[in-house]
């Protein structure tokens, strides 16, 4: 595999300081790429309508970057789709704005491409700034393992479309999906399945993504050597419910669009899940969740 040159897709929206730092660790993993691998990596980023003056920080301290500055936030589907259409690079990496690669990041992440022909999408091992371990991999959601999941048991049947065991991000293997923070694929993934279904707003998107490059014959794989860290929340200012309600959204457009025909049994499951986690988080004071969980009933 000799054309390794890429494009480098990163989506922001009033992060101006934390877009800032993902940009100076890219320039050093970008050159020391394309120093051991004599390649051209391009970078864009999409501002999503920033407030901040993330636009002008942008063009003044960045010139190297292709700047797309949007007028309105259009969220990371519809956001990483115009991306995409403006690439023209047989790889392709779609880079949160609050991820920060080390230097042999994008080198190793490449490189991987050409021990293994297998691969076609490649999701890096995600740590947060403390240096523990982010679950980044899983597999696909599916009416049975969502119900596993909602009710809490999804560690005694086996069965989780979101694992937390540490042995499952050990060693790269074969999985689901992978995390969108750091999601590299081979263009003609992009080519022949298309891009995000712009119905999702945020959360959820690349897990559906993924469901239609695994059912075009597509191999996803989760590389640990591949690590980066990731502020995983700064690009939703840390708002925790509202990352929650969004994942309900997910999770409910994704299996009525993939399994329309097991929603409503799936949906009552849902129901009792969320009201056993509302009674359980009011019990141990954690008002704020119990009230988001109680929110998520209308949203299902």
Known sequence: MDDLNLSIIILSYNTKDITKRCLEHLKVARDYCQKRLKNEIKVIVIDNGSEDGSDLMIKQDFPWVKLMALKTNTGFSKGNNIGLKDTKDPFILLLNSDVYLSEISL???????????????????????????????????????????????????????????????????QVGWVMGAFFLIKRKVWVDVGGFDENFFMYFEEIEWCKRIKEKGFKIWFVPEVEVVHLH????????????????????YYLKKHYRNFYLPVKLFLY?????????????????????????????
């Open 107 to 173: 080198y190793k992440a490449l490189a991987y491409f050409r021990v293994n022909l297998n691969c076609d999408v490649l999701g890096a091992k995600l740590t947060y700034a403390s240096g523990q371990l982010q679950p980044s991999a899983g597999e696909l959601p599916n009416p049975l393992n969502v119900i596993f999941w909602i009710l809490g048991l999804s560690k005694i049947f086996g069965l989780t479309f979101h694992p937390k065991d540490k042995s499952y991000f050990a060693k790269a293997h």
């Open 233 to 252: 929340g700064a690009s939703s200012n840390f708002d925790l419910t509202s990352s929650l309600l969004n994942e309900l959204k997910g999770i409910k």
């Open 272 to 300: 009792l899940g969320l009201i056993l986690r509302i009674i359980a988080f009011s019990l141990i004071g954690r008002t704020k969740r119990a009230r988001a969980y109680v929110e998520g009933l209308s949203l299902i």
